[in-house]
Nanobody, 112 residues
Framework: QVQLVESGGGLVQAGGSLRLSCAAS????????MAWYRQAPGKQRELVAS???????NYDESVKGRFTISRDNAKNTVYLQMNSLKPEDTAVYYC??????WGQGTQVTVSS
């Protein structure tokens, strides 16, 4: 059974940092492109960052220079390091695997 379990969300002040983790099971993790999406209230889900099986990364313009996606294939885990957070980063963040599969989401709230 495929599972993607996110953790690390929470409430942080503007300018702060959070690190999201997504632990995967039931998939050939090292062969999959992994990604983080987010969905703010009243908005569509959008791609934040992705990382290919070879480690090539891609970022939305709004997070470039502030967020870093990485993966640990030995732990079947993908991470999203979020620095210099802004109130507009507030959203539910979802882990995505190219199977395709989605995690349940984790709330990130940035206060001003």
């Amino acid at each position: 059974q495929v599972q993607l379990v996110e953790s690390g969300g929470g409430l942080v002040q503007a300018g702060g940092s959070l690190r999201l983790s997504c632990a995967a099971s039931g998939i050939a993790f090292s062969l999959r492109t992994m990604a983080w999406y987010r969905q703010a209230p009243g908005k569509q889900r959008e791609l934040v960052a992705s990382i290919s099986m070879t480690g090539i990364t891609n970022y939305d313009e709004s997070v470039k220079g502030r967020f870093t996606i990485s993966r640990d294939n030995a732990k079947n885990t993908v991470y999203l390091q979020m620095n210099s957070l802004k109130p507009e980063d507030t959203a539910v963040y979802y882990c995505y695997s190219s199977n395709p599969r989605w995690g349940q989401g984790t709330q990130v709230t940035v206060s001003s």
